[in-house]
């Protein structure tokens, strides 16, 4: 009995010994990684920036947290256009970073722009007389645009380039809800404000088909003169060779004539290139920096740092209140936006503020709420809106407040219009379930939302619908007449919901000019007359810390991204589906989805 009693309490204390020891074994692995949020790196002589192009490029990515990088999963789908333009430049600048290496996997972009601006800063980090080499298995059409950049461009010999256009078709479900017995009811004020069509038709209309139409040949014919640039072949020949390329690229050999490419090689003949460039042997290593690495690079410490200049993050869809729940994404909250901006407003170090607009829009109200604080903030020190890869509907309402509207050539801009969209459940719930509606009420519209969702008799309740949207439509004209110097009218013009390229919105004056996030920052300390002058990145990024404190969002965050890997073109739609159950009834939104491949 005694070796059984002894036994036991050597077992218990072994159990005891080992939890305790997982417990400081895991403990002091995530104290090192929230230690390790910032290491030091310093850049070795003759150092290559491997850029490892894959996944999705967004406006700006959070860090990833402790979770994700226990998992193996930091980068595993998605980098903050920030990030890539911050690495670029500090390479730029580090003598020993001699140059840049591009690993092309099968990259997406949130936007047309956000590649097109990739694309900018590689082109300008050789004019520092350092090289950009890219190579890639697997091409696809936005990953080569930026590629086409590079002095030399390899493809693997089993590789493949997907070179075919602009464009793709769009789903629409009312087949499928008639099938269920729901109508989607529409209130919407513009003929090209889109966005209902996904619910409410079975095709595209011929105005949204014309608004699609410009705005795709107008990115393309600027992609063709870019690539032609670089690839020094005839924009039309790539045209041309776009429109055959089925046909045309049988072999790796069709596109070294077609100029696409310099070299074809093997997995393994890359870094011999590299190599070759940094004069090293055979048997030499090659100095690698990641993305991580150029981000935490030591950099030299300026003299003068100057007055503070506010970079403003706003991207993402417009909400009234956090959505809640995986599949959401970023988003721009009505109530904690405006705070932030109020406290820029009182901020005495903040001299200048430039808010970075990538949003398609969202609820009307918390729009118009957002654009108020801007306005405010504007009479008090210099605004300038930079926009990103889209700033349209909601994301142009607010961008009105500014005192300065810059865009990038490809940014998508405009969509002016407002409308409200609610499902109506009487043929689903009264023909085929068998429920009735009967009641009593004090005031004439005291059931209305009964009626506009569950009852077939309900053309007064649209009607009024209707009314609240043509009011937030006027106020919407408002507040860009107010802003562009406009009348009424001559808004309504340029309006009607209809999407814009931002080099055409640049004559009707619905910008001031094109350029990128720096050049928004120089105008922004123009405007405040400063000559040495900082910029502060804000809200700013949450860090390993917060992220451990955050499990509820650490989860969101890697099933997120889990969702957007295995569902592919279907993530953004069941999104749309998922958000509709959550949004305001009026809304500013864009009426399609802007990310390419």
Not at 31 to 58: H, R
Not at 105 to 114: E, H, I, L, W, Y
Not at 255 to 273: C, F, N, Q, T
Request: charged share 25%; hydrophobic share 40%; net charge negative.
């Amino acid at each position: 009995m005694k070796q059984f009693f002894k036994y036991m309490l050597a077992t218990m204390c072994g159990i005891i010994l080992l939890t305790l020891i997982g417990v400081l074994f895991f403990g002091l692995t995530v104290m090192s990684l929230v230690a390790g949020d910032s290491p030091v790196v310093k850049a070795k002589e003759n150092s290559v920036f491997v850029l490892k192009l894959n996944g999705y490029v967004s406006e700006r990515a959070e860090d990833a947290g402790p979770l994700t990088a226990l998992l193996g999963q930091a980068d595993m789908d998605e980098m903050g256009l920030d990030d890539l333009l911050i690495a670029i430049k500090r390479a730029k600048e580090e003598e020993n970073v001699k140059g840049i290496f591009i690993e092309s996997g099968v990259v997406s972009f949130d936007a047309p722009a956000t590649a097109q601006q990739l694309r900018d800063a590689l082109a300008d980090f050789r004019k520092s007389g350092k090289w950009v080499i890219a190579y890639g298995e697997e091409m696809l059409q936005a990953g080569y645009y930026v590629c086409s950049v590079a002095d030399t461009l390899l493809l693997n010999k089993t590789g493949m380039i997907d070179f075919r256009g602009l464009g793709g078709k769009n789903y629409y479900l009312k087949g499928l809800y008639d099938k269920l017995g729901v109508e989607y009811q529409a209130a919407r004020v513009g003929r090209y404000k889109s966005y209902v069509e996904s619910v409410t038709r079975e095709n595209m209309s011929d105005d949204d088909r014309y608004q699609r139409t410009a705005y795709l040949q107008g990115i393309w014919k600027q992609w063709l003169t870019a690539m032609g640039e670089s690839r020094h072949v005839a924009p039309e020949q790539l045209d041309s060779l776009a429109n055959d390329s089925i046909m045309l690229f049988a072999s790796y050999d069709d596109y070294l004539k077609a100029g696409l490419i310099d070299r074809v090689v093997y997995s393994d003949e890359p870094k011999g290139v590299v190599k070759g460039l940094l004069g090293l042997g055979e048997d030499d290593e090659v100095n690698q920096l990641l993305l991580e690495d150029m981000l935490n690079l030591k950099v030299k410490k300026q003299k003068d740092r100057g007055e503070q200049i506010a970079v403003y993050y706003a991207y993402g869809e417009i909400v009234d209140e956090p959505v809640s729940g995986f599949m959401s994404g970023h988003a721009i909250v009505g109530s904690t936006t405006v705070k932030d901006i109020n406290d820029l407003a009182k901020d005495k170090d903040v001299k200048a503020v430039v808010i970075r607009v990538n949003s398609g829009g969202g609820s009307a109200i918390a729009s118009e709420q957002i654009w108020h604080a801007i306005k405010q903030l504007s009479a008090k020190k210099p605004v300038v809106v930079s926009m990103g890869g889209v700033a349209a509907s909601g994301g142009y309402m607010i961008s009105c407040g500014a005192s300065y509207i810059m865009a990038e050539p490809t940014t998508i801009t405009g969509s002016i219009g407002i409308f409200g969209l609610v499902p109506n459940f009487s043929r689903l719930v009264t023909d085929k379930l068998g429920v009735t509606w009967d009641g009593v009420t004090t005031n004439r519209y005291g059931d209305y939302e009964t009626n506009l969702i569950f009852e077939k008799d309900n053309n007064e309740a649209l009607q009024y619908l209707q009314h609240y949207t043509d009011r937030g439509y006027d106020s919407f004209l408002g507040i860009v007449g107010e802003a562009r110097g406009m009348t009424r009218d001559q808004v309504h013009e340029v309006a009607q919901g209809r999407v814009w390229l931002a080099t055409d919105a640049l004559p009707i004056k619905l910008i001031d000019q094109l350029g990128s996030l720096d050049d928004a920052v120089k105008k922004a300390a123009e405007l405040a007359h400063l000559d040495n002058y900082r910029q502060e990145a804000y809200p700013q990024k949450k860090g390993w810390l917060s992220e451990l404190m955050d499990d509820e969002a650490e989860s969101k965050s890697l099933l997120d991204q889990q969702l957007r890997h295995t569902l592919g073109d279907l993530y953004e739609p069941l999104l749309q589906l998922r958000l509709d159950q959550q949004r305001n009834i009026l809304q500013a939104r864009l009426p399609f989805d802007c990310s390419i491949k």
